[in-house]
């Protein structure tokens, strides 16, 4: 069974920073999946946020978080992260992390696209 497991999410001041983890504790090698990051605010629909394709690790990053947050995976830890810098009010959410069995050049932003999700993180934007 498939299972991934986000961590990192927390209280954080407008501009400050967090770095969220999603760790596939067991069933897959995150290498050969596409990997990306979902969020989710109260009220509103899940939105894709950054995608790691799987083999090459080529990103790709909604308009919204571009230049802010950075996608990264660490192979030998079967993990991947998200560094989120200079936070918003409006980055607020429950993050998901999502991963797909797929080829290098395939990358999704969508949340139909992905089979295994994790259980969320909170991530508070407050002062």
């Known amino acids: 069974q498939v299972q991934l497991v986000e961590s990192g999410g927390g209280l954080v001041q407008p501009g400050g920073s967090l770095r969220l983890s999603c760790a596939a504790a067991s069933g897959i090698t995150l290498n050969y999946y596409a990997v990306a990051w979902f969020r989710q605010a109260p009220g509103k629909d899940r939105e894709g946020v950054s995608c790691s394709t799987s083999i090459d690790g080529t990103t790709y990053y909604a308009d919204s978080v571009k230049g802010r947050f950075t996608i990264s995976r660490d192979n030998a830890k079967n993990t991947v992260y998200l560094q989120m810098n200079s936070l918003k009010p409006e980055d607020a959410a429950v993050y998901y992390c999502?991963?797909?069995?797929?080829?290098?050049?395939?990358?999704?932003?969508?949340?139909?696209?992905?089979?295994?999700w994790g259980q969320g993180t909170q991530v508070t934007v407050s002062s």
């Open positions: 999502a991963a797909e069995h797929s080829g290098s050049a395939w990358f999704s932003l969508d949340k139909d696209e992905y089979e295994y």
